[in-house]
């Protein structure tokens, strides 16, 4: 199946998603080098099936637009059993939340998200997919400054005409349709009582223009009067990109503001998302494992069993060069956000390999213990914790150091291995070696552990 992403009146055909994500790229580039007309940004609609036009449902049906969605909107309400909406931004909401319902309305779906569009271009309204039929994505291009939100004026004045008589509409089209372009762009920013002083015009007029201001500010509900008819003409006559409120959960999810599950992202979603080697073709197995073969609970396999990396496992959904790239900049970010302390990345324990991390209890209890007493099941490490403290005091003294000093110690220091019987060496970059040996350790605090700590972990390991 092919998928069109159009542009204007241009059609680029693309075969994966790979190839649709390079193209987006390439475009959002381009446009971010376009700075003579401000700040732009692109949105995208995706359809499974080639129509002339983007229209809006109401738009299609004849009878709606011929004679108006007021009663259709009402008798929808009544049969939902829907209380009437309180303020603008509820009615703008409530429409949105409607049209997910496939009720008729007057606005247009597009989304931020290129990949929430070329779903919508490949799945049907059934839910179906047909291999033989091409989809479409239109990409929109506007600036800043005709985005608005669901709480202005503009979106509760074109939610409004869905709850006002149609014919009241027409006429006051036709009152300012019959305005010359000069006219209605000196006497734009005249209010009602000022366009009745200074400008002659019909009874006519001003009954039409007076009927639907009157209309608009009960069914508008904003908390200022709206009182400039020319204005809000012209509005009416712009197509204006509205950013909803993600109020509701389905509005959410279908945003991509939360998983699958209806969760919130956190870091370790994306984290998740980012690494997936199955995006790009491949499979890693026994990622986890069953803990327990009766309860059959499944946890993270952190080392405890072989894992297995099949390269070129399935047909991948992105090129592996932006795989490789995404790691790159993962891990690019991942050190400049990572907070380090100087004994980070240098203490090693002989016992079983592992680094030594870092865990503050307090501010005057900080002590590094092995990470697989931390993170691995069922297995147990009987190296030595350290204070923080004693550490640096060992490192003073071997160093020949009055006081600590982080960057000299990181510059001298290149690591410190923990014996098996909790000796230290010290290795530094010269080559040369300095041992803090275990008669010593009196000289430091005693060790804190949890009592039963070692007993515990014996007993799993058998």
């Known amino acids: 199946m092919k998928n069109q992403v159009t542009e204007g009146n241009d059609y680029i055909t693309v075969e994966s998603v790979a190839d649709f994500l390079d193209k987006i790229q390439k475009l959002n580039e381009a446009v971010e080098k376009e700075d003579n007309k401000g700040k732009q940004n692109l949105y995208f609609r995706g359809e499974c099936s080639y129509y002339e036009n983007r229209i809006p449902s109401l738009y299609v049906k004849y009878e709606l637009f011929k004679s108006g969605s007021?009663?259709?909107?009402?008798?929808?309400?009544?049969?939902?059993?829907?209380?009437?909406?309180?303020?603008?931004?509820?009615?703008?909401?409530?429409?949105?939340?409607?049209?997910?319902?496939?009720?008729?309305?007057?606005?247009?779906?597009?989304?931020?998200?290129?990949?929430?569009?070329?779903?919508?271009?490949?799945?049907?309204?059934?839910?179906?997919?047909?291999?033989?039929?091409?989809?479409?994505?239109?990409?929109?291009r506007t600036s800043v400054k005709n985005e608005k939100f669901d709480t202005g004026h503009t979106a509760a004045i074109k939610s409004a005409l869905?709850?006002?008589?149609?014919?009241?509409?027409n006429d006051f089209l036709a009152a300012n349709e019959s305005l010359s372009p000069e006219f209605r762009e000196r006497y734009e920013k005249y209010d009602m009582d000022k366009f009745e002083k200074n400008v002659k015009k019909s009874t006519a007029y001003f009954e039409n223009v007076s009927e639907f201001m009157e209309r608009l500010n009960q069914c508008a509900r904003v908390r200022e009067r709206l009182i400039y008819p020319i204005k809000i003409y012209n509005d009416l006559n712009k197509a204006h990109l509205i950013i909803p409120a993600k109020a509701t959960e389905r509005i959410r999810r279908q945003q991509g503001f939360t998983t699958v599950a209806g969760c919130h992202f956190?870091?370790?979603?994306?984290?998740?998302?980012?690494?997936?080697?199955?995006?790009?073709g491949d499979r890693l197995f026994q990622k986890f494992y069953n803990e327990d073969p009766i309860t059959k609970r499944s946890v993270v396999n952190r080392g405890e069993l072989p894992q297995y990396y099949f390269k070129d496992h399935h047909k991948g959904i992105i090129s592996r060069d932006v795989y490789e790239q995404t790691l790159?900049?993962?891990?690019?970010?991942?050190?400049?956000?990572?907070?380090?302390?100087?004994?980070?990345?240098?203490?090693?324990?002989?016992?079983?390999?592992?680094?030594?991390?870092?865990?503050?209890?307090?501010?005057?209890?900080?002590?590094?213990?092995?990470?697989?007493?931390?993170?691995?099941?069922?297995?147990?490490?009987?190296?030595?914790?350290?204070?923080e403290s004693d550490l640096m005091m060992v490192a003073c003294k071997l160093l020949k150091l009055k006081a600590f000093d982080a960057d000299m110690f990181s510059d001298e220091v290149e690591r410190i291995n923990v014996k098996e019987d909790s000796s230290l060496e010290f290795i530094l970059y010269r080559g040369e070696k300095l041992i803090w040996p275990k008669e010593w350790l009196k000289y430091l605090q005693p060790e804190k552990r949890k009592r039963g700590f070692r007993q515990v972990k014996s007993k799993n390991v058998e």
Not at 72 to 84: F, H, P, Q
Not at 266 to 280: G, H, M, Q, S
């Open 70 to 140: 007021e009663y259709y909107y009402r008798t929808l309400l009544s049969e939902l059993g829907r209380d009437d909406y309180q303020e603008n931004a509820s009615l703008f909401r409530l429409i949105s939340e409607l049209q997910h319902y496939e009720a008729k309305t007057r606005m247009l779906d597009v989304s931020s998200n290129p990949l929430i569009a070329l779903y919508m271009a490949v799945v049907a309204f059934d839910g179906t997919v047909d291999e033989k039929e091409d989809g479409y994505v239109y990409i929109y």
């Open 162 to 169: 869905n709850f006002m008589p149609q014919d009241v509409i």
């Open 328 to 387: 790159i900049e993962y891990e690019k970010r991942n050190r400049e956000n990572y907070k380090t302390y100087p004994f980070t990345g240098k203490l090693y324990c002989e016992c079983c390999g592992e680094k030594y991390h870092r865990c503050a209890r307090s501010a005057t209890n900080i002590n590094w213990g092995c990470r697989t007493n931390k993170y691995l099941r069922n297995v147990s490490c009987d190296s030595r914790k350290y204070q």
């Open 266 to 280: 956190n870091y370790c979603n994306v984290k998740r998302i980012l690494k997936n080697e199955a995006y790009v």
